[in-house]
Nanobody, 122 residues
Framework: QAQLVESGGGSVQAGGSLRLSCAAS??????MGWFRQAPGKEREAVAA????????LYADSVKGRFTISQDNAKNTLYLQMNSLKPEDTAMYYC?????????????????WGQGTQVTVSS
């Protein structure tokens, strides 16, 4: 049974940092990613990584500020978020895919966590 459990969200002032974690279990996932959804907006991609490989993809809005990484021994995915902005406020979701093609499109991810809230105040 696939299980993705996020942690590390919280409230921070603009310019601050947070690190999200996602503990994964249940399947071998080909790639994993972070997504976010703000109230009244569609879910959008943040970053993705190929499991066991260093290949990554980032949304333009977070390039240079966020870093996705993984600890294969712990089956854990991370998102280091620096220089946070109020527009980064959203529910952040960890997702995983067993699909064959590495993408950052939410529709290509078939397993999702429950989400962790990130709030950035100005």
């Amino acid at each position: 049974q696939a299980q993705l459990v996020e942690s590390g969200g919280g409230s921070v002032q603009a310019g601050g940092s947070l690190r999200l974690s996602c503990a994964a279990s249940g399947y071998h996932y080909n790639f994993m990613g972070w997504f976010r959804q703000a109230p009244g907006k569609e879910r959008e991609a943040v970053a993705a990584i190929v499991t066991g490989v260093s290949s990554t993809l980032y949304a333009d809005s977070v390039k240079g500020r966020f870093t996705i990484s993984q600890d294969n021994a712990k089956n854990t995915l991370y998102l280091q978020m620096n220089s946070l902005k109020p527009e980064d406020t959203a529910m952040y979701y960890c997702a995983a895919s067993t699909g064959p093609v590495f993408t950052i499109a939410p529709r290509d991810y078939n397993f999702w966590g429950q989400g962790t809230q990130v709030t950035v105040s100005s």
